[in-house]
């Protein structure tokens, strides 16, 4: 079993936190509130203007070491997806998750619009899903979150989506096979679901 300790560091001040994330990558994402290190172990976040949020950020980024701690190659959309996922979670005297409505009605948006390749946006890279998601409104995170809500409606599919990908599989091959109807089937149910919406 590998080790499961990780750092979570706190900025209070933006400009230290952008400093911090230029040091640790070479550049800055302007839009970023948090980061996770995979090399230092470390979930980083600026608690400066998002105190509301700022939670959510730790939640999000502190998923990233449990994920790529225990399945070291996982697809993009499957990690920011997860992060985005528990990041929504709720504690009190339970844990539950919250679906985030603003994401899947931004994402019921991109199915109106035509302006959603499911199958291309599985086997996207992290340059082009960053590129996209921090020029474009979220646009990966809102996609990615909402296929894991989907599937975590069933979990039997979600554990064999997991199981597939850690054993090495595409993200394509694993919907097709882990999905009854196969992917053609997951994509309508998928699109079915977004249009529904969650309340």
């Not at 919250?98 to 019921?108: D, F």
């Not at 597939?164 to 919907?175: A, D, M, P």
Request: charged residues 20%; proline residues 2%.
């Amino acid at each position: 079993m590998q080790q499961s300790s990780v750092n979570l560091t706190v900025f209070n001040n933006y400009g230290n936190y952008l400093v911090y994330q230029k040091e640790q990558f070479g550049y800055v994402r302007y839009n970023s509130m948090g980061f996770y290190s995979p090399v230092n172990k470390e979930a980083v976040v600026c608690k400066d203007k998002q105190k509301k949020d700022f939670l959510k950020t730790c939640y999000h980024e502190l998923s990233h070491f449990f994920i790529r701690n225990y399945m070291p190659v996982s697809p993009v959309w499957l990690d920011e997806g997860l992060a985005t996922y528990f990041g929504n979670i709720k504690i009190s005297n339970s844990i539950k998750h919250e679906y985030n409505v603003y994401l899947i009605a931004r994402v019921k948006t991109m199915i109106e619009l035509k302006d959603i390749d499911l199958k291309s946006f599985i086997n996207w890279n992290h340059e082009k899903f960053y590129d996209i998601s921090f020029s474009q409104d979220g646009y990966g995170y809102a996609l990615a979150y909402s296929i894991i809500s989907f599937l975590m409606q069933n979990e039997a599919t979600m554990i064999v989506v997991i199981d597939n990908i850690y054993k090495g599989k595409n993200s394509y091959e694993t919907l097709d096979n882990a999905y009854k109807g196969g992917f053609t089937a997951f994509e309508k149910d998928f699109i079915a679901f977004v249009k529904r919406g969650k309340k």
